[in-house]
């Protein structure tokens, strides 16, 4: 039977390559996002309504959320795959100095709208035997200056992640927690308030991660044998690494 995966935050960078990626593997798709025109484009990119479904909302709203998914066709009611990609950071600025509204637009999309469409779709994911993939990040686990919030939002994830394996043990569902580093798509200029200069320049001869790559990673985590969970991966470009510690000295 053909398999169904629902992907978050599917109008661009990773949740778009993972899209076309699962499609160009033979499964059907469910996109999620908030802009009505790129998931219209979207769909018919990757080969129109008999293989992608688009839903349109705000996952930050949770009667959004819930409609949503209410409203999904017979067709594409079986959910194999729930692709949690949907996130975003905003700034980089210290935390003494950032605006509490940007703090609490990462809280509310990077966890609650996570934890809900996860909430949401468990019991479908169960029968299925299905997959979770939730996309965390490196500053899941390490810190740096201005990871703040974001930062404690991904650690969220990937302990989300684990917990929930331990909860759906026995279920057959399997869970991964996907930790990139430096990426190259629109999730910088998000973050940046859209400064295109301040995106070429933390591009600049860095060769970073595409989101072909996480497709890639998504994939192959999705195609491996029903027994195997892959807990997660850290995963960076080869010239993203660490520094050292800082120490003010007075
Ligand atoms: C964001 C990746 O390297 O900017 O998730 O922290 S990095």
């Given at each position: 039977?053909?398999?169904?995966?629902?992907?978050?935050?599917?109008?661009?960078?990773?949740?778009?390559?993972?899209?076309?990626?699962?499609?160009?593997?033979?499964?059907?798709?469910?996109?999620?996002?908030?802009?009505?025109?790129?998931?219209?484009?979207?769909?018919?990119?990757?080969?129109?309504?008999?293989?992608?479904?688009?839903?349109?909302?705000?996952?930050?709203?949770?009667?959004?959320?819930?409609?949503?998914?209410?409203?999904?066709?017979?067709?594409f009611a079986r959910?194999?795959?729930?692709?949690?990609?949907?996130?975003?950071?905003?700034?980089?600025?210290?935390?003494?100095?950032?605006?509490?509204?940007?703090?609490?637009?990462?809280?509310?999309?990077?966890?609650?709208?996570?934890?809900?469409?996860?909430?949401l779709l468990l019991?479908?994911?169960?029968?299925?035997?299905?997959?979770?993939?939730?996309?965390?990040?490196?500053?899941?686990?390490?810190?740096?200056?201005?990871?703040?919030?974001?930062?404690?939002?991904?650690?969220?994830?990937?302990?989300?992640?684990?917990?929930?394996?331990?909860?759906?043990?026995?279920?057959?569902?399997?869970?991964?927690?996907?930790?990139?580093?430096?990426?190259?798509?629109?999730?910088?200029?998000?973050?940046?308030?859209?400064?295109?200069?301040?995106?070429?320049?933390?591009?600049?001869?860095?060769?970073?991660?595409?989101?072909?790559?996480?497709?890639?990673?998504?994939?192959?985590?999705?195609?491996?044998?029903?027994?195997?969970?892959?807990?997660?991966?850290?995963?960076?470009?080869?010239?993203?690494?660490?520094?050292?510690?800082n120490v003010h000295?007075?």
């Open positions: 039977m053909q398999k169904t995966a629902l992907i978050t935050g599917a109008t661009a960078g990773f949740g778009d390559a993972i899209a076309r990626r699962f499609v160009s593997e033979g499964w059907k798709v469910i996109v999620t996002g908030r802009r009505q025109d790129r998931l219209d484009a979207l769909v018919q990119a990757l080969g129109g309504p008999q293989i992608a479904h688009p839903l349109c909302f705000d996952i930050r709203d949770e009667a959004a959320t819930k409609a949503a998914v209410e409203s999904l066709p017979a067709s959910i194999d795959a729930l692709i949690n990609n949907a996130g975003l950071a905003r700034g980089t600025a210290p935390a003494q100095q950032c605006d509490l509204d940007d703090w609490k637009a990462m809280i509310d999309t990077n966890i609650t709208g996570l934890v809900t469409m996860t909430r019991d479908r994911l169960i029968e299925t035997r299905g997959l979770v993939v939730n996309l965390a990040s490196i500053a899941a686990h390490w810190p740096y200056p201005g990871g703040n919030v974001y930062g404690g939002t991904k650690a969220f994830v990937r302990q989300f992640s684990l917990g929930l394996r331990s909860d759906l043990s026995g279920k057959g569902v399997r869970v991964t927690s996907i930790e990139p580093g430096l990426s190259e798509s629109e999730f910088t200029l998000v973050r940046t308030g859209g400064d295109q200069a301040a995106y070429d320049k933390l591009y600049a001869g860095a060769d970073p991660l595409q989101p072909e790559d996480i497709a890639e990673t998504v994939y192959w985590v999705a195609a491996l044998p029903a027994h195997i969970n892959i807990n997660a991966i850290e995963i960076m470009p080869v010239s993203q690494s660490w520094g050292p510690l000295r007075g």
